[in-house]
T-cell receptor
Framework: EDKVVQSPLSLVVHEGDTVTLNCSYE??????LLWYKQEKKAPTFLFMLTSSGIEKKSGRLSSILDKKELFSILNITATQTGDSAIYLCAVRGNTPLVFGKGTRLSVIA | NAGVMQNPRHLVRRRGQEARLRCSPMKGHSHVYWYRQLPEEGLKFMVY????????ESGMPKERFSAEFPKEGPSILRIQQVVRGDSAAYFC????????????FGSGTQLSVL
């Protein structure tokens, strides 16, 4: 059964800190790994990764995939209170997207 | 440029009643996915539909749950004879192609069963 494990489950940091969120997975016939940000309700798409070692970047957020070790990290630099959210990792294999439980990030001023 | 629209945002039902959740995909998207999220749990896949077709319902409970996506109108997730365990947030997502990837999510319907 495909599985996604995220760590930590929750994290509290101060504004300006850098955070690293982890996602490890087991999936049959890996196709892609996706990161979503969930604030209030609707998850919004951040990144899709398919190849190892290629960093995806968007502003202060970046992500990289290691297909050999079966994990991905999401980095957020110079965190702001607006980064407070649940960050979801999902993988696509032979089945529809399988999501992890998410990491709840709280950024305090 | 509306996104995925779900209604109602909140739905309260008593045990034994029926719940109908609606989802209109983004313009130009013909693939719809339903996910359920329990408190402190990840999103769990339920069903994937295209217009007038159920493509994958491997995550759907065998009883009381059904889904449709008619030629005209929104996709409907229907839960008959609701029980307290059905209380959850139900999310709909859409995509332009049937690759399951890069889904665009609606804001969800929070179902509460009394």
């Amino acid at each position: 059964e495909d599985k996604v494990v995220q760590s930590p489950l929750s994290l509290v940091v101060h504004e300006g800190d850098t955070v690293t969120l982890n996602c490890s997975y087991e999936v049959t016939n890996f196709r892609s790994l996706l990161w979503y940000k969930q604030e209030k309700k609707a998850p919004t798409f951040l990144f899709m990764l398919t190849s190892s070692g290629i960093e995806k970047k968007s502003g202060r957020l970046s992500s990289i995939l290691d297909k050999k070790e079966l994990f991905s990290i999401l980095n957020i630099t110079a965190t702001q209170t607006g980064d407070s959210a649940i960050y979801l990792c999902a993988v696509r294999g032979n089945t529809p997207l399988v999501f992890g439980k998410g990491t709840r990030l709280s950024v305090i001023a | 440029n509306a996104g995925v629209m779900q209604n109602p945002r909140h739905l309260v039902r008593r045990r034994g009643q029926e719940a109908r959740l609606r989802c209109s995909p983004m313009k130009g998207h013909s693939h719809v996915y339903w996910y359920r999220q329990l408190p402190e749990e990840g999103l769990k896949f339920m069903v994937y539909l295209q217009k007038e077709n159920i493509i994958d319902e491997s995550g759907m409970p065998k009883e009381r749950f059904s889904a449709e996506f008619p030629k005209e109108g929104p996709s409907i997730l229907r839960i008959q004879q609701v029980v307290r365990g059905d209380s959850a947030a139900y999310f709909c997502a859409s995509s332009p192609t049937g690759t399951y990837e890069k889904l665009f999510f609606g804001s969800g319907t929070q179902l509460s069963v009394l």
